[in-house]
């Protein structure tokens, strides 16, 4: 019987293949047009046969990527075929389908790692490495007390080592009464901003004997899957919030700088959210009015289980988005306009030369995380109202 899970992934590769292939047209048209215009400048007999030999090797790879695009999406189109029958057959299999599902897919990155990159069954190739899918890097495990900033702030695929991001910020302005027929007056113009990014590679690797390579029988691929997504994971939420210690700083004092804070300090249009400290996490879990209130109110749909007069807060380690244990910190704003996250390309791996009885199979991500609107947030320093600030 054919296995859907498998079908599934292979459709998924092969769209992405597709989606690979029709960017490079984009670029190979992009040159054509380039080569055109400098066909007409060339100068001399000698550039001209220089442009139109670029022009011809252009032509060519043009049709061998739309060869290739054709049959991707005829092969596309007959595991989608294959997908809808598996699906319509399979049997009902309850809490055992997801296991199964795991199972297989652990197994083929097991028999890419055994074989040392030879075997490819339901993986495309990245650079002589394997790609590994966000889907895989997600497994089922137990519950761990880990938080993921990239879900709170805005993410952007870029196809370059660097670039520039426009920013249009909103004039502010409003429409003046004229009378009929009147001449138009001039409104008020926005503003362009443009952030510069440059994405940085960050790396390591993770040393297997080749003795548990030839064995076969441990779990090496679990090995992989969990330490390259903690890292990849560990270096984004790092950077991310080393962006929210740049915020302009604010010292707030009590819960009337609180409160103070959120009403009048950041602009309405803002999702403020509240990434603190643990320990300034703790001080407001205890901050209480007049009449015995707790700041913090109980709402079970956060992973904090808090929320601050409606704002979700999120509780960060302390050297996290501090600098040492005890720091009452926090970054509070509008974390989505305030950072980007540039990604360029996912967490991979790869076998690497080593001089010892094994491998070195590295690990690889390219991203940047750059300061957006400076007004969506502040870095704040919490103290007690009755104690005076220095």
Request: overall charge negative.
């Amino acid at each position: 019987m054919t296995n859907p899970v498998l079908v599934g992934v292979k459709l998924k590769f092969k769209r992405d293949s597709l989606t690979t292939i029709e960017d490079k047209l984009k670029a190979l048209q992009a040159k054509y047009s380039e080569l055109e215009t400098a066909l007409g400048d060339a100068e001399t007999e000698e550039d001209l046969s220089a442009i139109e030999n670029d022009i011809n090797a252009n032509d060519d790879e043009i049709k061998k990527q739309e060869e290739e695009k054709t049959k991707l999406e005829e092969e596309i189109e007959e595991l989608e075929k294959e997908l809808e029958a598996a699906n319509r057959k399979k049997p009902n299999l309850g809490g055992k389908k997801n296991m199964r599902a795991n199972v297989e897919t652990r197994e083929a990155i097991s028999s890419y790692v055994r074989t040392k990159g030879q075997t490819r069954d339901g993986f495309t190739s990245v650079d002589g490495g394997a790609l590994i899918p966000e889907e895989l890097l997600a497994p089922t495990k137990e519950l761990v007390d880990v938080v993921d900033l990239t879900q709170y702030v805005r993410t952007v695929p870029v196809n370059r080592g660097s670039g520039k991001y426009p920013i249009i910020k909103k004039s502010n302005g409003k429409m003046v009464f004229v009378a009929e027929l009147a001449k138009n007056p001039e409104l008020a113009k926005p503003t362009f901003d443009e952030v510069n990014f440059d994405i940085e590679t960050y790396r390591g690797y993770i040393p297997v004997s080749q003795e548990v390579i030839d064995d076969a029988d441990y779990d090496i691929t679990g090995l992989i899957v969990e330490d390259i997504k903690d890292q990849d994971l560990n270096t984004k939420n790092a950077e991310i919030a080393a962006i929210f210690k740049t915020a302009t700083a604010k010292s707030v004092s009590g819960l009337d700088g609180i409160v103070t804070l959120i009403n009048t300090d950041l602009k309405q249009v803002y999702n403020v959210k509240f990434f603190v400290s643990a320990s300034l996490f703790n001080e407001l879990d205890l901050l209480k009015d007049a009449n015995g209130r707790y700041l913090l109110q109980d709402d079970i749909t956060v992973a904090s289980g808090k929320r601050i007069k409606g704002r979700e807060v999120v509780v960060l380690d302390d050297d996290m988005i501090g600098s040492a244990k005890d720091d009452l910190v926090g970054f509070v704003g509008d974390a989505k306009e305030f950072c980007t996250l540039f990604n360029r390309k996912q967490a991979s791996v790869k076998w690497v030369d080593n001089d010892i009885y094994g491998q070195l199979l590295a690990g690889f991500v390219r991203f940047d995380v750059k300061k957006v609107d400076t007004e969506a947030g502040y870095y704040i320093t919490y103290s007690d109202a009755a104690t005076p600030q220095v």
